[in-house]
């Protein structure tokens, strides 16, 4: 019914900077908080950043200065420029979207995953 796409991962030297996309779809109505976790190997997920629908943010504190999540309300699409990568930043990043259906259904909806790997 409502589906989160993530693209833009892939492997990137420290230093450099790649920018995740997360386009929703579906019987949407609206969008709400839009948001993206991480995955390290052998580590649980972790939060990363948040954009609300008032477009105030909120970053974990690892990556405030270097990621910047943002919206783009109108295509239901939420991204994340990811900048001075570090090979800790190595990760599947999972998109979450907090979206109403056009049947009025709130649900909390996450995409599948982009694997992001940083080398040193």
């Known amino acids: 019914q409502v589906q989160l796409v993530e693209s833009g991962g892939g492997w990137m030297q420290a230093g450099g900077s790649l920018r995740l996309s997360c386009a929703a779809s579906?019987?949407?109505?609206?969008?709400?908080?839009m948001a993206w976790d991480r995955q390290a190997p052998d580590k649980q997920r972790e939060f990363v950043a948040t954009?609300?629908?008032?477009?105030?943010?909120t970053y974990t504190d690892s990556v405030k200065g270097r990621f910047a999540i943002s919206r783009d309300s109108a295509k239901k699409t939420v991204y994340l420029q990811m900048d001075s990568l570090k090979p800790e930043d190595t990760a599947v990043y999972y998109c979450?979207?907090?979206?109403?259906?056009?049947?009025?259904?709130?649900?909390?909806?996450w995409g599948q995953g982009t694997l992001v790997t940083v080398s040193s």
């Open positions: 579906g019987s949407i109505f609206s969008t709400h908080a």
């Open positions: 954009i609300r629908r008032d477009g105030t943010t």
């Open positions: 979450n979207a907090v979206v109403v259906t056009t049947g009025l259904r709130t649900l909390d909806t």
